[in-house]
């Protein structure tokens, strides 16, 4: 079982920053990327911004305003997001590439955390 874990979301008004972390745990054996998406209501959910060994990757919509970074020692990886703007407003998902130690390779959501931008 593996679960990702979501935390730091909330309100904040226009221009200002949030940061979110997701930490994986359970049997991982080792993970490949990792990422962010998210889900404005009544919307498709869309990558924000993704992690591999290999560097990142953005959205148009949150290229320098937002930066995702990866702690490897302890499953986890941060979204900082900067002069956040409404239409950032939605709930936002971490995912995540993971090899379990059975040897097969899983994809993992985590639960989600409300992110809301007031003008």
């Known amino acids: 079982q593996v679960q990702l874990v979501e935390s730091g979301g909330g309100l904040v008004q226009a221009g200002g920053s949030l940061r979110l972390s997701c930490a994986a745990s359970g049997s991982i054996f080792s993970i490949n990327a990792m990422g962010w998406y998210r889900q404005a209501p009544g919307k498709q959910r869309k990558l924000v911004a993704a992690?591999?060994?290999?560097?990142?990757n953005y959205a148009d919509s949150v290229k320098g305003r937002f930066i995702i970074s990866r702690d490897n020692a302890k499953n986890t990886v941060y979204l900082q997001m900067n002069s956040l703007q409404p239409e950032d407003t939605a709930v936002y998902y971490c995912?995540?590439?993971?090899?379990?130690?059975?040897?097969?390779?899983?994809?993992?959501w985590g639960q989600g955390t409300q992110v809301t931008v007031s003008s």
């Open positions: 992690i591999t060994s290999g560097g990142t």
């Open positions: 995912n995540a590439d993971i090899r379990v130690l059975d040897g097969y390779e899983h994809d993992y």
